[in-house]
């Protein structure tokens, strides 16, 4: 009672109020925003996890797409998500045209489905983070994908996988570590910045403040902002992440397709391909990004990739009208799309670069 009386004496002083009709009181487990929330630790709700379950072999690319978002919502839940969707994902990536696009449900396609489904229906648990207690995070890289668990105590918070882009997979073995350590610090900001950390690695290099490159350079920049302490790691010790980031791909045939299309990603169809347009770009529709400080994106980075991108540029000169620059974080200017004849204070979208596309459908 005694936390209880805190949490609302809190409230009050806020000036925020509660409606007691939608609350639950004296509950050890109860479900909130899709996950099951336990005295040990946290899973995936049931009912939606079902919802998943249930649904059948997608017969179009948006079928696809609305089964991987709801997969991608759980992503910290398994650690070989990302590697098991690859044969979908490529389905729905930015190296196919939408006007020459077959969908074709391919053998690769349907073990995909049925394994992540099955990984679905497993009763996972992930421990609560502590942040009065050390985190230790244990990253791999191999070829083609990255892989990390955060753990505190002996047992997994989180867990991250994700495949590297075509430009990516050209970095050296030692930036290949290094970005599975970036992107992992990134993914997890909020639950990892200003705590105690300590980061293992089975690269060597990594633990020394040398760097090969620039690219390097600014990477360390970042994860010195964390102050971790990092530690060498045999890889045949470095069980779990060399699992995650080591799982054989289904796909095997690694198609190289020229990029004639633009995507488009709308807010109530995510990722759901529009009309033609003739600029290599997609753009992001977010209400919430009025208030920039719930919204999770890296403007920093998005800025950036706007900066070098010709075809924004081109678009910008050519159609002036269309588009924008707002402020979405202190002193980071965005370059945002408006419709002719929409309100560009309310009806807009983030312009997202053609070299952000892997990240975004990934």
Not at 70 to 93: C, D, F, Q
Not at 334 to 352: E, F, M, Q, R, S
């Amino acid at each position: 009672m005694k936390t209880l009386d805190k949490v609302l004496s809190a409230l009050q002083d806020a000036g925020f109020s509660i409606n007691p009709l939608k609350c639950e009181w004296g509950v050890k487990e109860t479900d909130w925003l899709g996950y099951w929330l336990t005295p040990t630790g946290l899973k995936p709700w049931k009912k939606k996890v079902d919802a998943i379950l249930k649904m059948d072999r997608p017969r179009k690319v948006k079928d696809l797409r609305m089964f991987i978002g709801a997969v991608n919502y759980y992503k910290e839940m398994w650690p070989s998500r990302a590697h098991i969707l690859a044969p979908l994902t490529e389905m729905t990536g930015n190296n196919q045209s939408k006007k020459t696009r077959d969908f074709v449900w391919t053998d690769d396609m349907d073990k995909a489905f049925k394994r992540m489904k099955s990984l679905l229906a497993a009763d996972v648990l992930l421990a609560y983070p502590n942040h009065n207690k050390p985190f230790h995070i244990y990253t791999d890289a191999s070829d083609l994908q990255m892989g990390a668990v955060i753990m505190q105590e002996g047992r997994p918070v989180a867990y991250f996988s994700k495949k590297f882009s075509g430009a990516q997979r050209n970095y050296t073995t030692g930036e290949k570590e290094m970005l599975a350590i970036v992107e992992t610090l990134k993914e997890f900001r909020t639950m990892l910045y200003g705590t105690e950390l300590h980061i293992h690695t089975d690269h060597a290099n990594l633990t020394f403040k040398t760097a090969t490159s620039q690219r390097v350079m600014q990477w360390r920049a970042y994860v010195e902002e964390y102050a971790p302490k990092l530690y060498y790691i045999k890889g045949e010790n470095n069980i779990l992440a060399d699992t995650f980031s080591r799982l054989p791909r289904l796909d095997q045939d690694e198609r190289k397709v020229e990029i004639t299309d633009a995507y488009f990603v709308e807010a109530d169809d995510f990722r759901d391909t529009l009309e033609d347009d003739d600029l290599f770009e997609c753009f992001l529709s977010l209400p919430t990004l009025a208030t920039p400080s719930h919204n999770p994106l890296n403007y920093k980075y998005i800025r950036d990739e706007q900066q070098t991108c010709t075809a924004i540029a081109a678009a910008r000169q050519k159609h002036p009208n269309n588009y924008v620059t707002k402020e979405l974080d202190d002193n980071v200017h965005i370059v945002c799309h408006v419709k002719t004849g929409k309100d560009p204070n309310i009806d807009w979208k983030i312009a997202l670069p053609n070299s952000m596309l892997d990240d975004t459908i990934s």
